[in-house]
């Protein structure tokens, strides 16, 4: 019991550095951003600067359509800046999101010519838009479905892997500021990102990294087809 106890203090101690930082970084901004401006890049890019349009990947107003990219309407504005930034090498330091056995990431090269006022302005308008719910991703009705409740709403305690409710939310929607919505969320692109934390090629959360290494391939999937299947109540 003792050693269950003291893994969940780790881990809510990792949650609140992981928001300290993410705070930290969106404290730079000083200027309100322009949603306007965000759209207009999402919508058609810059092809004067390289930058492409979001919508081809991301679907219309962050609503995506293509289960290998996240539907981003309706993130926390501080979570999709500091994303952006995330594709991005700093200096000789690696990106700290990158694809499979430590490739690059495809965002990687769309993020790259982005100012951070760009960022900012694409990120404030995602933030902005309203979730379909009608062409959200939805769960699959098989077996995993109950594995992945439980997991979501108890965690794997013998393993100390915490509840994924904790910081997402019963329903999903995450934390303003903190934690992503996942509700709603396609499969096939959380069970990735489960998998790249655990690997290490996704390296922009210590907390996510260990409790994804506590988990096997059937646990990854169950979690995912529950966080896919839930709505705001």
């Given at each position: 019991?003792?050693?269950?106890?003291?893994?969940?203090?780790?881990?809510?101690?990792?949650?609140?550095?992981?928001?300290?930082?993410?705070?930290?970084?969106?404290?730079?901004?000083?200027?309100?951003?322009?949603?306007?401006?965000?759209?207009?890049?999402?919508?058609?890019?810059?092809m004067?600067?390289?930058?492409?349009?979001?919508?081809?990947?991301?679907?219309?107003?962050?609503?995506?359509?293509?289960?290998?990219?996240?539907?981003?309407?309706?993130?926390?504005?501080?979570y999709?800046v500091?994303?952006?930034?995330?594709?991005?090498?700093?200096?000789?330091?690696?990106?700290?999101?990158r694809?499979k056995?430590?490739?690059?990431?495809?965002?990687?090269?769309?993020?790259?010519?982005?100012?951070?006022?760009d960022?900012?302005?694409?990120?404030?308008?995602?933030?902005?838009?309203?979730l379909?719910?009608?062409?959200?991703?939805?769960?699959?009705d098989?077996e995993?479905?109950?594995r992945?409740?439980?997991i979501?709403?108890?965690?794997?305690?013998d393993?100390g892997?915490?509840?994924?409710?904790?910081?997402?939310?019963?329903d999903?929607?995450?934390?303003?500021?903190?934690?992503?919505?996942?509700?709603?969320?396609?499969i096939?692109?959380l069970?990735?990102?489960?998998?790249?934390?655990?690997?290490?090629?996704?390296?922009n959360?210590?907390?996510?990294?260990?409790?994804?290494?506590?988990?096997?391939?059937k646990?990854?999937?169950?979690?995912?087809?529950?966080a896919?299947?839930?709505?705001?109540k």
């Amino acid at each position: 019991m003792k050693r269950v106890l003291s893994k969940f203090i780790i881990a809510s101690g990792l949650a609140l550095g992981c928001s300290v930082l993410t705070f930290a970084h969106a404290a730079d901004v000083s200027e309100v951003p322009d949603a306007e401006k965000g759209e207009q890049l999402y919508v058609k890019g810059d092809m004067s600067r390289g930058v492409l349009a979001c919508v081809t990947c991301h679907g219309e107003a962050g609503n995506s359509t293509q289960d290998i990219h996240p539907s981003l309407a309706a993130m926390p504005y501080e979570y999709i800046v500091k994303q952006m930034h995330d594709f991005v090498p700093q200096g000789d330091k690696p990106a700290k999101r990158r694809g499979k056995d430590g490739a690059p990431s495809t965002m990687a090269a769309i993020a790259g010519p982005l100012t951070d006022e760009d960022i900012r302005n694409i990120s404030y308008y995602l933030s902005l838009q309203p979730l379909d719910w009608e062409t959200a991703a939805q769960a699959v009705d098989n077996e995993s479905l109950n594995r992945g409740r439980v997991i979501w709403r108890g965690g794997i305690m013998d393993r100390g892997v915490a509840a994924c409710a904790a910081c997402h939310g019963a329903d999903g929607a995450g934390i303003p500021g903190e934690f992503p919505r996942l509700a709603g969320q396609h499969i096939p692109y959380l069970v990735e990102q489960l998998k790249l934390f655990r690997s290490g090629d996704r390296d922009n959360s210590a907390m996510m990294h260990d409790l994804a290494d506590r988990m096997n391939d059937k646990d990854i999937e169950a979690v995912a087809n529950f966080a896919a299947g839930l709505r705001r109540k």
